[in-house]
């Protein structure tokens, strides 16, 4: 008897998560729904995080464990997404976590709407332990979504933004595209994008089923030089999207050279003159209401047509009150 295809593929690049990794293993063997297959991508760990993934999935059949040498996310997502074999693909980062059901809530939905290509849901914040959801605009709710609408949903703050981990895709509508592994920052919102141009249906839900777990060691929340691939994903993404939507991105690349900026306004003046200057050369942007921007970025960036300095401090202190 030919063995069946699973409905969905889950991917998990894991490098060095030994910490968190068995939350994570038990979000997934808790959920009622069995028809997936889960595929670990070790990227080199000198933890123990193998050996509790080996020991966790003994006597499962429908989890895959590869492991390669260190290349970084991207590199271990692709390397999955060519030993997916499910219906839809999803991502799941090795230190964050699902809610108990839900695969069989997203099998519902996608089994009631065979048509759609790219199903978005929300995902909340866990501040060690301090939950918080995300915000979705009304405005990208719904079964019927445009093209224009999805990828407005992937740049705004008030929308499903650029994770890879809130989305479900069809494996046959990702095609060729992979993730690019010449960036490692904004990676997921470039691949997003690339999948949202190459796909027909979109649906968007508001139901939260996804933790995303902020620790200050997370690649998100440090800087090094390549957080400036940052920028060359920002540009791939510009040259991609429709005309109307490149003033998105030049609110991105300004607010994020008042971030990077505030990380060095103190300690090196170099740097800090180096994203002062890269800034100034931005066009401004006075209509900051229609981007669905937070307040975090909101407050810094209207400042920032006045006073790059100003509004560099002014974000720093935002930093400090949510600390």
Not at 4 to 23: L, Q, R, T
Not at 272 to 299: H, P, S
Request: one cysteine or more; hydrophobic letters at 40%; a positive charge.
């Amino acid at each position: 008897m030919r063995k069946m295809n699973p409905f969905f593929s889950v991917i998990i690049p894991v490098y060095n998560s030994s910490k968190y990794i068995n939350e994570c293993i038990d979000t997934i063997l808790c959920q009622k729904f069995w028809n997936y297959e889960v595929i670990f991508i070790d990227d080199g760990s000198t933890d123990d995080s193998v050996e509790i993934i080996s020991k966790r999935f003994q006597g499962n059949s429908n989890y895959k464990l590869i492991e390669q040498k260190n290349k970084g996310v991207s590199a271990a997502r692709n390397i999955g997404l060519n030993n997916a074999a499910g219906r839809y693909v999803m991502f799941m980062d090795s230190d964050d976590y699902w809610v108990k059901d839900i695969l069989a809530q997203l099998n519902k939905i996608l089994i009631s709407n065979s048509n759609i290509d790219i199903l978005f849901f929300n995902i909340f914040d866990d501040f060690s332990g301090i939950k918080k959801n995300h915000v979705v605009l009304p405005k990208f709710l719904g079964k019927k979504l445009s093209k224009n609408l999805a990828i407005e949903s992937i740049l705004s703050n008030r929308g499903y933004r650029g994770y890879g981990v809130n989305k479900v895709f069809k494996r046959s509508c990702i095609g060729n595209n992979r993730f690019d592994e010449s960036v490692t920052y904004l990676e997921d919102m470039l691949f997003s994008i690339s999948c949202v141009l190459d796909a027909n249906e979109f649906m968007g839900i508001d139901k939260c089923l996804y933790a995303y777990r902020w620790r200050s060691t997370s690649v998100v929340n440090t800087f090094g030089p390549s957080h400036m691939t940052f920028f060359d994903a920002l540009d791939k993404v510009d040259n991609l999207i429709p005309d109307k939507f490149h003033d998105s991105i030049t609110v991105k690349r300004r607010f994020a050279y008042i971030d990077f900026a505030s990380r060095f306004i103190f300690k090196d003046k170099k740097q800090y003159k180096f994203f002062e200057n890269k800034f100034r050369r931005e066009k401004r942007i006075f209509r900051l209401n229609k981007f669905g921007l937070g307040k975090t970025e909101l407050f810094p960036l209207a400042l920032s047509n006045f006073s790059f300095t100003v509004s560099v401090l002014a974000l720093n202190l935002i930093k400090k009150i949510k600390a």
